[in-house]
T-cell receptor
Framework: DQQVKQNSPSLSVQEGRISILNCDYTNSMFDYFLWYKKYPAEGPTFLISISSIKDKNEDGRFTVFLNKSAKHLSLHIVPSQPGDSAVYFCAASPLYGNKLVFGAGTILRVKS | EPEVTQTPSHQVTQMGQEVILRCVPISNHLYFYWYRQILGQKVEFLVSFYNNEISEKSEIFDDQFSVERPDGSNFTLKIRSTKLEDSAMYFC??????????????FGAGTRLSVL
């Protein structure tokens, strides 16, 4: 099931710089997108979401951009902090749907 | 802050045995979900549950699986006869509603199921 793809398995960033995590999707029925962060031995923690009626949503240091025509979204973290080091999952669903389809995740390492 | 609670954190069982994984969703949430993550693979949807019935299920969720909300607080996943390939991390999630601002699924810490 390759409906949601995170092509970068890992990303390493210096503290204070920007982290950009990318996600592509193939299913045109997806209208709602979420980013989750996951630490080892914990469940996914919700970070930020965006619906297809918007192209940007911002919450503090986190901004998600959606390019519907390209079926691409990205998560920007500015400035990156060592505590941001985790696995980041992109997930998608139809707008009023039940089921989340997850990407494989990107391991982010923020170096101090 | 309200959270989804799952017990046990780790369950070891013999192949062919029945297991019940337990979850306490966030109290005002109406939609409940089970996902699983096999080691090294993606998080996969299993089932969603609303108003005391299954609203959607995946191909993985075959007759060996069942879900139940036995009382006002617990949500359980039962695997009747476990197989080796059922070994995975099982996550419970809940959401308040399906409207735009409330369709955020909050996840528990997971139960690691090891089938020997």
């Amino acid at each position: 099931d390759q409906q949601v793809k995170q092509n970068s398995p890992s990303l390493s960033v210096q503290e204070g710089r920007i982290s950009i995590l990318n996600c592509d999707y193939t299913n045109s029925m997806f209208d709602y997108f979420l980013w989750y962060k996951k630490y080892p031995a914990e469940g996914p923690t919700f970070l930020i979401s965006i619906s297809s009626i918007k192209d940007k949503n911002e919450d503090g240091r986190f901004t998600v951009f959606l390019n519907k025509s390209a079926k691409h979204l990205s998560l920007h973290i500015v400035p990156s902090q060592p505590g941001d080091s985790a696995v980041y999952f992109c997930a998608a669903s139809p707008l009023y749907g039940n089921k989340l389809v997850f990407g494989a995740g990107t391991i982010l390492r923020v170096k101090s | 802050e309200p959270e989804v609670t799952q017990t046990p954190s780790h369950q070891v069982t013999q192949m062919g045995q029945e297991v019940i994984l337990r979850c306490v969703p966030i109290s005002n949430h109406l939609y409940f979900y089970w996902y699983r993550q096999i080691l090294g693979q993606k998080v996969e949807f299993l089932v969603s549950f609303y108003n005391n019935e299954i609203s959607e299920k995946s191909e993985i969720f075959d007759d060996q699986f069942s879900v139940e909300r036995p009382d006002g607080s617990n949500f359980t996943l039962k695997i009747r006869s476990t197989k080796l390939e059922d070994s995975a991390m099982y996550f419970c999630a809940s959401s308040e509603a399906l409207t735009l601002a409330k369709n955020i699924q909050y996840f528990g810490a997971g139960t690691r199921l090891s089938v020997l």
